[in-house]
């Protein structure tokens, strides 16, 4: 007999939340992770009282009641909401599209004079499409919203964030855009929306709590090693990577951050600045003190943490943040979950096990769903 029920390998949001499933139906799970701490992209490192979110924002939300419910037993999170901005040539607009955006474009104030604008600049696009679909990204987008939305805050950044032309991107990557004829800054429609009071670290080690942790272990070098210590393994990390890259790398875009602690007590006035012009080399700011500060805390903490966020073509050695879910890599991933699907004891899921982006809840509801489904 093994000494555990389940080898949870990621310590992310995915296996966290498995684990938890796991430890209240009686199981014995030990988890570990690769990096010498646990949460995966969701860790916090606290620089001088303030959160810093190592691997970008992350911020929480859903519509779901019984997730949000879950979350909050473990941890109670504030009433943080995502109000982005983005910067152009100087001048800056809020996000998601929405009045105030249109009024800053062109000089507007009423709804319908701002949906007049983007249905002419509409119409000139699907006229020259002549009823074929669009072929790519710039079409696609130029197809919802028009020439001045898409080259002011959409090109670059889009451009910036996949290394490649929007016109050698595949169309479905924007598959919708909202546009709110509201002055609604709110970037998500979901009912729910915060962040754990203290950091995302709280929210994991809850998750945590009464189970097993080993970090700085790296599965893919002590395989064996591993695979005999439970009767099943729960894999988080790179579908590719688990079976040896045997039909080739899966692609990804990577992050990287510069991160500067400034002796100020406010540097931008907001959590995130997204910088739409080609010609800036780094995506956007954040101001990670914004998360969890508010009013007079904000001004009450005397200095700052500022991440500058650059987008660079993921190579083997750095950390993968996101699929490249083209036809071609897609195709490739079936080949891999082809190989997954017939494994009697091992588990594949998460972000870099389905090659599927998620966001924090949807991957909490991942989870829970394949927990239940494997019991």
Request: glycine letters at 6%; proline letters at 3%.
């Amino acid at each position: 007999m093994k000494y555990y029920d389940y080898l949870i390998v990621g310590s992310g949001l995915f296996g966290a939340t498995f684990a938890y499933c796991a430890r209240l139906a009686g199981k014995r799970c030990l988890v570990i992770d690769r990096r010498n701490h646990l949460g995966g992209n969701a860790y916090c490192e606290n620089v001088g009282g303030i959160n810093v979110h190592v691997y970008g924002p992350h911020i929480f939300h859903t519509s779901n009641r019984k997730i949000w419910d879950l979350v909050n037993t473990i941890v109670p999170f504030n009433s943080f909401i995502n109000k982005p901005l983005a910067t152009y040539k100087d001048k800056t607009y809020n996000l998601p599209f929405n009045m105030n955006t249109f009024r800053q474009l062109w000089n507007v104030e009423c709804a319908d004079e701002a949906r007049d604008i983007i249905n002419r600049q509409r119409q000139d696009v699907i006229e020259k499409l002549a009823g074929r679909e669009p072929e790519n990204l710039e079409e696609q987008a130029l197809m919802l919203v028009g020439r001045d939305i898409y080259e002011i805050l959409i090109k670059g950044y889009t451009e910036k964030q996949w290394g490649r032309l929007c016109s050698e991107l595949p169309a479905f990557i924007i598959k919708r855009l909202p546009v709110r004829f509201t002055f609604d800054n709110n970037y998500f429609n979901d009912v729910y929306q915060g962040i754990p009071i203290g950091g995302y670290n709280r929210l994991i080690d809850g998750l945590l709590v009464g189970i097993e942790t080993r970090t700085g272990v790296d599965f893919i070098n002590h395989r064996e090693e591993c695979i005999n210590l439970a009767d099943k393994v729960v894999f988080t990390g790179q579908i590719d990577e688990y079976y040896n890259f045997r039909y080739g790398p899966l692609e990804f875009r990577s992050v990287r951050f510069e991160n500067e602690d400034i002796n100020i007590s406010d540097f931008q006035g907001n959590a995130v600045i997204n910088y739409t012009e080609r010609d800036v080399p780094f995506t956007r700011t954040i101001e990670h003190k914004h998360f969890e500060m508010f009013g007079d805390e904000v001004q009450k903490c005397s200095h700052t943490v500022v991440s500058k966020e650059f987008s660079v073509e993921w190579m083997k050695g750095m950390e993968p943040y996101y699929p490249v879910n083209d036809a071609k890599n897609n195709n490739l991933y079936l080949k891999y979950k082809a190989l997954a699907d017939s494994e009697k004891n091992v588990i594949f899921g998460g972000r870099l096990a389905e090659y599927k982006y998620y966001d924090m809840a949807p991957v909490m509801e991942r989870a829970i769903e394949t927990f239940q489904s494997n019991l």
